[in-house]
């Protein structure tokens, strides 16, 4: 039995790391890990917790949120996304 390793999410400009399972979101590995990410309403909603995905790809649960305009500014809403792979992730307000 196989089981998927964790990625690892790096957060710019910070250099702040930590690693997300396969089941969980971005955001939900983050504020597992203790780590002060900015949201609120936790359903793609308030866009707190949206970062720039600088490297990497995530995925999402139907309905995609994410408008057009979302995708071509390459924004990512962490409550909603799961990584597919390693990311690195912007986002100004997030300290290490």
Known sequence: MSQQADFQVTIEPSGLTFSVGPTETVLQAALRQGIDFPHRCQQGVCTACVCRLRSGTVTYLPPEPLSAQDKSMNFT????????????????????
């Open 77 to 96: 809403y962490c409550c909603l996304a799961f990584a597919s792979s390693d990311l690195v992730l912007h986002h100004p307000f997030i300290r290490g």
